[in-house]
């Protein structure tokens, strides 16, 4: 994997087109909406609704670009209601589903945070992922690196990665290899379209 959170040339598995952009993308780089019986357009990130799926990169500007050019009623053919503050919907949900598979990764032995304990992960070569709050201190964030060919998470807050962890905030945690780690970096780059400007779309790297 590569150490932006993407996933490193994943060129594999089914591909869809962005209503927004008209590009061929992975679906792990995209989010599925379906219509409802009653023409409200529904986010789909679990892929599990019925009907003709309606693809979109996730990316603010293009989430943006959809709602304003009336693209959902386009792609379904049809009338459709689009719902309120979108974007906002997206990334809540985003934010939601990663904090919710680090806790199972946590439950599972497979994450842990603190600094003390992260830094001595990373020592061991035992962490895939360095994850760090995008509100913590800049000096303490900047004595620990991505591990070599892992992936960096910045872009949750302390208040939403402490919760992975049940406690008010956390900083610094790390993921080991296998278990959930895949799902955590796709669920992360996902929201990170939505929540990161491209002038911060930097990322720490290893030493």
Same mark, same amino acid.
């Not at 019925?50 to 990316?59: F, K, N, Q, T, V």
């Not at 020592?123 to 994850?131: F, M, R, T, V």
């Given at each position: 994997m590569g150490r932006g959170g993407q996933p490193k040339d994943r060129t594999d598995g089914p591909e869809r087109k962005c209503i927004a952009t008209g590009a061929l993308e992975p679906k792990h780089g995209l989010i599925?909406?379906?219509?409802?019986? +009653?023409?409200? *357009? @529904?986010? +789909?990130?679990?892929?599990?609704?019925?009907?003709?799926?309606?693809?979109?990169? @996730? +990316?603010?500007a293009a989430v943006e670009k959809a709602v304003k050019k009336g693209l959902f009623a386009r792609a379904a053919r049809q009338p459709v209601t689009v719902p309120e503050g979108l974007v906002d919907l997206l990334e809540a949900i985003l934010a939601s589903r990663v904090i919710d598979l680090i806790s199972l990764a946590r439950k599972g032995g497979r994450a842990t945070t603190g600094y003390e304990r992260v830094k001595d992960w990373l020592?061991?070569?035992? @962490?895939? *992922?360095?994850?760090q709050a995008s509100d913590g201190s800049e000096r303490g964030k900047s004595k620990l690196s991505t591990p070599q060919g892992g992936s960096f998470i910045g872009w949750?807050?302390?208040?939403?990665?402490?919760?992975a962890f049940g406690r008010q905030t956390a900083v610094h945690a790390a993921l080991g290899a296998g278990g959930l780690s895949k799902r955590v970096v796709e669920e992360a780059q996902r929201l990170k379209g939505l929540r990161v400007s491209d002038g911060d779309k930097g990322h720490r790297k290893g030493k």
């Open positions: 599925r909406f379906a219509v409802g019986p +009653d023409g409200q *357009i @529904a986010p +789909d990130l679990a892929e599990k609704l019925p009907g003709r799926g309606i693809w979109l990169s @996730a +990316d603010r020592s061991k070569d035992e @962490a895939e *992922i360095l994850i949750l807050t302390a208040s939403e990665l402490g919760h």
